[in-house]
């Protein structure tokens, strides 16, 4: 990583693909009150809770990302009947043999190179756009889910201040993608009250910058998809909870390369640092 001062609002600059994992080095805490020290963990209520991430709304999902991804499929109907079209002129007499041997033979190939067409795009999305469509789809399921609950901790899920996470418990990486995340949420980063508020489709987090234990930024592997993650460790009432969050990819082909992933999860990395930081600076100036 470059030693230049970092901007967390701009995407981070990478040198390479494997770039090492960050860590907040200094996680000491200032004296702060008792309430700002501990994380709050609620389930979502009754009603609103599990209606987003279920097993229904991924199959539909997926069923839309192959609904965009086969933008080559007129291109083999028109294929396949252009083939249909010269085969029936092979029993026109008026028609030379070699003319319609040759119209048969162009159908086949445009047929063929379609059909390639249509398989390199279904991998191309498969391989390099693993969470997009997902994530949009689960996205705007959840933002309207929380603007109609009767408590939330986010008022407007859709201001620019808020993002999508998605939820992947270490015992899960090895799962497919649709076991991957247990939970999806809105986040809100709040600087005022140096706070972080997650409303999620199963639990609900108030996480005080004072009750954080540990915070880094690192990756896992998923064939060739490198999925990137936030760790947080904060302290609650029962003892410390972790969290491993990866940025949602609800931006059109926000994911198409590694790169684009590490930047996405870097930048809410520096965003919590320099929230830390500036809860760090209050609290002196109130020394002082």
């Not at 599990?50 to 991804?69: C, E, K």
């Not at 009750?211 to 029962?238: G, P």
Request: with cysteine; charged share 20%.
């Amino acid at each position: 990583m470059s030693n230049d001062p970092i901007n967390p609002y701009q995407s981070p600059q990478i040198d390479s693909e494997e770039a090492p994992a960050l860590k907040h080095e200094n996680l000491s805490q200032p004296t702060t009150p008792v309430d700002q020290t501990i994380a709050v963990v609620s389930p979502v209520a009754e009603g609103w809770a599990n209606q987003v991430l279920t097993q229904r709304n991924f199959v539909v999902a997926v069923f839309l990302r192959f609904l965009a991804s086969i933008t080559g499929f007129p291109l083999v109907v028109f294929a396949m009947m252009s083939t249909m079209s010269s085969l029936s002129t092979l029993q026109n007499p008026q028609i030379s043999l070699s003319t319609s041997a040759s119209a048969v033979i162009t159908s086949i190939v445009l047929a063929v190179v379609a059909f390639l067409i249509m398989f390199a795009i279904l991998a191309f999305v498969n391989l390099y756009v693993p969470f997009t469509y997902e994530d949009r789809f689960f996205g705007k399921k959840l933002i309207k889910n929380i603007g109609s609950r009767t408590e939330s901790y986010i008022e407007r899920p859709t201001s620019t201040s808020c993002q999508l996470v998605a939820v992947i418990p270490e015992d899960r990486w090895t799962k497919p993608r649709n076991r991957l995340s247990d939970d999806i949420a809105i986040m809100w980063i709040d600087p005022y009250s140096s706070q972080i508020f997650l409303e999620g489709d199963r639990l609900r987090y108030h996480i005080p910058i004072g009750s954080l234990l540990e915070l880094r930024c690192d990756h896992f592997c998923k064939h060739l998809t490198q999925v990137w993650y936030v760790h947080l460790t904060f302290r609650t009432a029962d003892g410390p909870l972790e969290l491993f969050l990866r940025p949602g990819e609800n931006g059109i082909f926000l994911s198409v390369f590694n790169r684009t992933r590490q930047a996405a999860a870097e930048q809410l990395f520096h965003r919590i640092e320099l929230l830390i930081a500036e809860a760090k600076h209050r609290q002196q100036k109130k020394a002082d």
